[in-house]
Each structure stands twice: as structure tokens, then as C-alpha cells.
Nanobody, 125 residues
Framework: QVQLVESGGGLVQAGGSLTLSCAAS????????MGWFRQAPGKEREFVAG????????YYADSVKGRFTISRDHAKSTVYLQLNSLLPEDTAVYYC??????????????????WGQGTQVTVSS
């Protein structure tokens, strides 16, 4: 069992930056591929970024490519999402999730077995 806790969300102006963190307890995150998803009001949860178990491969949604960066620190059992050049349409609740499959398919929501409670990101125009 893994417990994931996100932090770092908040209110920021368009063009600003935030760093989200996802800390794990219960088991080390090094056993899992990790992903970040987001969900805006009235919309489905969507993939944002993913990082492989080793940290050597990263994946991004087209809408955030070049603006967001996912990284992980195995020693701290924490995954990060750096959000730069934020846009109002980035407003959503951001969730981190853990995937224990062997063959990582970062865009597939149902392959993630553990989810955090989410952290709100609001971008004002």
C-alpha cells in the first residue's frame, strides 16, 4: 500500500510558476512509474506528465510540453511537477498517481493503482 500526498498548489497569475510535490509513504516510490493528472470542473481527468520507474523516461501531454517538467527524487520518495508559463486553462485539481505495471503506458488512467487526494492550481488571467 502506498499513500500519496500532493502539495504546492495555489493561486498564481498567468505566466507564473508553481512546483507541485507528491510525497509517498508506506512503500518506496522507486517501485513505481509515476504520473500527474489534472481535472477541471466539468471535465474528465486528463494525463499531464509521466516518469518511468528509473526516471530516465518522461512523457508529456501536448498541452503542457515545453512548460511543465516532471522529475523524481528516489532518496526522498517524492515526485515533482514544475509548472512554468501557466495559463488560465491550466486551472484544475492536480493528482499524482503510481503505476506498478512492468510496461509503462503513462497515458492510460486505469493502470495507475494509487492516487493522491489532489492539490488545487488556479491561474488567474
Amino acid at each position: 500500500q502506498v499513500q500519496l500526498v500532493e502539495s504546492g498548489g495555489g493561486l498564481v497569475q498567468a505566466g507564473g510558476s508553481l512546483t507541485l510535490s507528491c510525497a509517498a509513504s508506506g512503500r518506496t516510490l522507486s517501485d513505481y512509474h509515476m504520473g500527474w493528472f489534472r481535472q477541471a470542473p466539468g471535465k474528465e481527468r486528463e494525463f499531464v506528465a509521466g516518469i518511468s520507474r528509473s526516471g530516465t523516461s518522461t512523457y508529456y501531454a501536448d498541452s503542457v510540453k515545453g512548460r511543465f517538467t516532471i522529475s523524481r527524487d528516489h532518496a526522498k520518495s517524492t515526485v515533482y511537477l514544475q509548472l512554468n508559463s501557466l495559463l488560465p486553462e491550466d486551472t484544475a485539481v492536480y493528482y499524482c498517481a503510481a503505476d506498478r505495471t512492468w510496461d509503462f503506458r503513462p497515458f492510460v488512467v486505469y493502470e495507475y493503482v494509487y492516487w493522491g487526494q489532489g492539490t488545487q492550481v488556479t491561474v488567474s488571467s
